[in-house]
Each structure stands twice: as structure tokens, then as C-alpha cells.
């Protein structure tokens, strides 16, 4: 069984090489997606930061594959916020 599903989800992956586009897609929710809620938020910690949520969905149609993904971090100190500064040579 474990080689069936290895061998369909190889058989899916040179589909989403051909239909990626070059930038990531930003507007409304397409009708496919299912809004998740933000869990409650747990107490404060002394961590930079905390990853509320994450999410990805993926719409398998015949001709290609979508794909949703959101993630939501609370930033909680500054050092968290400086985290997500890259600095390329």
C-alpha cells in the first residue's frame, strides 16, 4: 500500500513543476478553501516568537494542483521581529 501511495504522489509532482507560475498568487480565498479559525492564543511565553497557525490545502484537478497556505506568527519581542530580517552577502 505504502508503495501505491509513494508512486502516486511521485506521478503528481512533475504536474506541479509545469503549472508553477513564477510569483505567488495574492487575492480573495478561491471557493475550494476552508477558512481555519486562529486557535486561542496561550498565554504569553518568553519565546521571540509563536506560530499561531499553519495551513496548507491542495485542489487536485485533472490538468493541475493548487495550493493554499497560510501561517500566522505572533511576533512576541523584538528579537522575534529582527528574525525576520535576511541579510544576503
Given at each position: ?89
Amino acid at each position: 500500500m505504502r508503495h501505491v501511495l509513494l508512486c502516486a504522489l511521485l506521478a503528481t509532482v512533475p504536474v506541479a513543476a509545469i503549472a508553477a507560475s513564477d510569483k505567488p498568487v495574492f487575492g480573495p480565498l478561491p471557493a475550494w478553501v476552508r477558512p481555519v479559525p486562529l486557535p486561542a492564543t496561550p498565554p504569553a511565553d518568553d519565546a521571540p516568537l509563536r506560530i499561531l497557525l499553519t495551513d496548507q490545502q491542495v485542489a487536485i484537478e485533472p490538468t493541475r494542483q493548487t495550493v493554499y497556505a497560510t501561517t500566522t506568527i505572533l511576533i512576541q519581542t523584538p528579537q522575534g521581529l529582527a528574525a525576520g530580517n535576511i541579510s544576503l552577502p
